[in-house]
């Protein structure tokens, strides 16, 4: 694929190009992929509705893009190197012609067993080649997925489900992770038990649990693929077929599912991929995370595999049999392109050189950061310690609803600065807003960050609910795209992404909304109320803090005991994900005269600080502050 920059002065040429003219831009790029029929027309779209399509008309399978496409001059490469949990446990490389091969399998055992083109198929499984397997066999026949994260509860599951009346789940036995073996298929078993538009679940075995399988329901994945042959002719798809649904969590209760097309979001994750990992012909590429998340979609299975990246898949954490396991893994594939998580930077710093100091780290070329600010301390660590001064960092701004990295360095072509995501991709022209909309123009600036033209991969809509994305994402500022993300711009122009402006928290990379913590809480019967907000953590960037009210009988009961079930409440309606970091039992939560919680209030207290709480005596209840801060332990 060309299309790869490769000097500054280049990527200031290019990126003027893509907003000089966009659609010739996008036009010039897409010509790199087959298309079964070319597109009538490169964009169309209004961003109040908002319609958004892309290659309108364009006849495609991504996974003839990744595959047919590419097999002559890379099917013996490998497409996927695959790490186990264990590193007693043998690592698996799959060339594209064994991967091509195992999806048109999978594909054909699908189709079997009715699965058809439309269909929304759940993917609930541990990180396992099969999972890159499952999705790319779901693309081949034009079935919908939905990949549902294995650490959420089978409650979450079973909304995901709903929402996407899905027929199929596709899941595992159970799961590695660290010293943890988990029980998948009993988590699957107890969400189809409310979800009427299932029609079937298929099960890999992975840990050799004993599992119940339904019959009518339950087949294993060694059935379906049984006699299948190799061979899979790809469904045809049009540009704007959906490809995937992927739930995440907004400042409401519920999360939304976003919507990704076909056409775009090949287009953008490949280009975005070769462009902002340098990748080069033979590199290995590796991305720690789950693939349950957008950063595993984007760039684990579908960017790299378009691009004919041989890309590292790892089933565990980074401190399992000990903290050196990342770079044990990097030494022993010898990568060249590290993406992770700040979190993870940061509980490996806290772990000690030791760690690292005993792997060979020499194959590192370029570092990745997503999901979260990079605090200034993590960056020069993880730039000194494991880039040995020597690896560009490239901190990647993006998020579910952009389907690919929007705001990054170009390793060793864009000067970094720590923190600070420095500049748009080719296509992306963000703006800074205030809270009326007026445009911050110029640089030294802040404000709200939004993006004023569509780019490919770029959501369609929240499934099921257009209207629900168009408030959300199109109607805070007249005609732009919001991400709810704050955002700087220096004096250089660069871009610095100061953390979320809406009721949504980033805790260890992973988003979650406090309405959605909050309404798991009230579940608990001796709950009257709660309030969630986050507040700054040393490892996982925010954590979660619940301030809880209690209804009148819970003073029979011990507030220790009270906190550990609302716990596992929690852990039951979302996950352990989203376990308080800390809970505080209060007698009241502050509010505002027409009952508001005042947030404002309660995250000053979360932080420990209580000066500037500016003036309570406006409460409903301003008594009630003072005795929180008690409680808190926080210092009038
Ligand atoms: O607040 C931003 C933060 O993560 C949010 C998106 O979360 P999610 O959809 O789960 O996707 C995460 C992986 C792409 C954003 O609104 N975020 C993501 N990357 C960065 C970031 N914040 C600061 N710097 C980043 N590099």
Redesign the pocket.
Known sequence: MTNKINTLGGYIHEYQKSVSNPEAFWASVAENFHWRKKWDKVLDWNFEEPTIEWFVNGKLNITENIFERQLFTHGDKAAIIWEPNNPDEASITLTYRELFEKVCQFSNGLLKQGVKKGDRVVIYMPMVPEAAIAMLACARIGAIHSVVFAGFSSNALADRINDAQATTVLTADGGYRGTKVLEIKKIVDEALENTPSIERSVVLKRTGSEVTMKPNRDIWWSDVIAGETLENKAEEMDSEDMLFILY??GSTGKPKGVVHTTGGYMVYTAYSFKNVFQYNAGDVYWCT?DIG???GHSYIVYGPLLAGATSVMFEGVPTFPDAGRFWEIVDKHQVNQFYTA?TAIRALQAKGLEYVEKHDLSSLKVLG??????NEEAWHWYHDHIGKDRCPIV????????GG?L??PLPGITPTKPTY?TLPLPGIQPILVDNEGNELKGNSVEGNLCVKFPWPSMLRTTYGDHERCRQTYFSTYKGLYF???GCKRDEDGYYR?L??VDD?I?VS???LGTAEIENAINEHPLVNESAVVGYPHEIKGQGIYAYIVCEADAANHDEEQIKRSIISTINKIIGPIAKPDKILVVPGLPKTRSGKIMRRILRKIAENNASNLGDISTLLNPEVVASIMDKAGVAV
């Not at 901190?395 to 952009?402: F, H």
């Open positions: 995440t969590s995370a998340w957008i950063t700040p950061s997503v999901g979260e600010p990079i901190d990647t701004w993006w998020q579910t609803e952009t990295i705001i990054s995501a991400t709810g993300d992404i953390g979320r949504v980033n990379g992973h988003r």
